[in-house]
T-cell receptor, first 112, second 115 residues
């Protein structure tokens, strides 16, 4: 029972570099989400995929892109990293609203 | 628009004391309601959830929460806090009528437990 797996767990980038955060779930969930967590701001939704083949912007999408590669995998890409993107990133999935989310363990990203 | 308010940013309780964490929401009807816990350096774990039925719901780790429609609240309680309960707690709401299954999270309450 791996649940939701995020890679990498830690990353340091220089301003302007690009990277992709990977997320995979093995629970056959339809919906997947990317959140960022910053002190005092809770979790803010970046992008989500309500079902395989669809993606939509959340609350804070600027500077990010996503790909729902298949039902299992949902990646988040930073094309040109900025210090404001220093954060902890969480991927989550759900089979449907009432069940709530299952979260990954997070990626701590620092942009210098 | 849906919103969630957790009025207490930081709470300190003594071990063995009772705990209540507040959560207020704004939504047109009864939403899905959740409480999550996050230990340092970890992801979020679901403590309990509510949509309908008995307004007092039991969760894991000895936690319970009470839904009060008249107050738009879903407060989390524990009768006797243990040192291992020190963590950050998040309340969240979701729409039963939405197709996106999105949750809106509060800003969290950080719980410290003193000996």
């Amino acid at each position: 029972n791996a649940g939701v797996t995020q890679t990498p767990k830690f990353q340091v980038l220089k301003t302007g570099q690009s990277m992709t955060l990977q997320c995979a779930q093995d629970m056959n969930h339809n919906s997947m989400y990317w959140y960022r967590q910053d002190p005092g701001m809770g979790l803010r939704l970046i992008y989500y995929s309500a079902s395989e083949g669809t993606t939509d912007k959340g609350e804070v999408p600027n500077g990010y892109n996503v790909s729902r590669l298949n039902k299992r995998e949902f990646s988040l890409r930073l094309e040109s990293a900025a210090p404001s993107q220093t954060s902890v990133y969480f991927c989550a999935s759900t089979p449907g609203g009432y069940y709530g989310y299952t979260f990954g363990s997070g990626t701590r990203l620092t942009v210098v | 628009a849906q919103s969630v308010t957790q009025p207490d940013i930081h709470i300190t309780v003594s071990e063995g004391a009772s705990l209540e964490l507040r959560c207020n929401y704004s939504y047109g009807a009864t939403p899905y309601l959740f409480w999550y816990v996050q230990s340092p350096g970890q992801g979020l774990q679901l403590l309990l959830k509510y949509f309908s039925g008995d307004t007092l719901v039991q969760g894991i780790k000895g936690f319970e929460a009470e839904f009060k429609r008249s107050q738009s609240s879903f407060n989390l309680r524990k009768p006797s806090v243990h040192w291992s309960d020190a963590a950050e707690y998040f309340c969240a709401v979701g729409s039963p009528s939405g197709a996106t299954n999105k949750l809106i999270f509060g800003t969290g309450t950080l719980l410290a437990v003193q000996p």
